[in-house]
């Protein structure tokens, strides 16, 4: 599925075309048959992938248990566990990039945790890794490890990662869930 021209399609609908698309959706989501088919198909210590809403990207995991509605992951990333709905998981290897248009302003959705970016600041050009998708920013930390919040429409993707040596995604992202643990 394209998810570019789904987006794209749905910008012309209206609020309750989307809200009874979503109606439907999660009636889906929820089909008892498609959920079995699901669940029967994984075996404990199977690899997967799932999406993350938060990150909005796939994460690789591992199965740990199954039950009726949910699965238990361990993201092999972090190492922490999940429950999760069986709709999250990616089974197909599902290509979840949204693509821009050349003169589409760039939204949340074109951006995940962990993406090399760029804007300017009076002029000067900054780089760095995504470490948070807000509603309307992004938060930054950039190569000189400040942080910055950075509304989607000024941000612009970065190809050449070197920058990327001096960032370091995993510690940041521990430190973050740190402050929000106390």
Do not use: C
């Not at 591992?62 to 429950?83: D, E, F, S």
């Amino acid at each position: 599925m394209n998810y570019t021209q789904l987006l794209n399609a749905m910008k012309q609908a209206s609020l309750f075309d989307l809200y009874r698309l979503n109606v439907a959706i999660r009636h889906e989501m929820e089909n008892p048959v498609r959920v079995q088919g699901i669940r029967y198909s994984l075996r404990e210590g199977s690899t997967v992938h799932y999406f993350d809403s938060e990150a909005n990207k796939t994460v690789p995991a591992i199965v740990l248990q199954r039950n009726p509605k949910y699965v238990v992951v361990k993201n092999t990333l972090t190492g922490r566990n999940w429950k999760i709905p069986y709709y999250m998981l990616n089974l197909e290897g599902v290509d979840t990039d949204i693509q821009s248009g050349v003169k589409e302003r760039l939204t949340r959705n074109h951006f995940s945790v962990g993406d090399s970016v760029g804007f300017q600041h009076d002029g000067v050009s900054m780089a760095g890794a995504i470490i948070r998708l807000n509603p309307k920013t992004a938060s930054i930390m950039t190569t000189t490890h400040k942080r910055w919040r950075v509304s989607y429409n000024l941000l612009f993707k970065v190809i050449d990662g070197e920058f990327e040596q001096h960032i370091d995604l995993k510690q940041i992202a521990q430190e973050d869930l740190e402050e929000t643990a106390e």
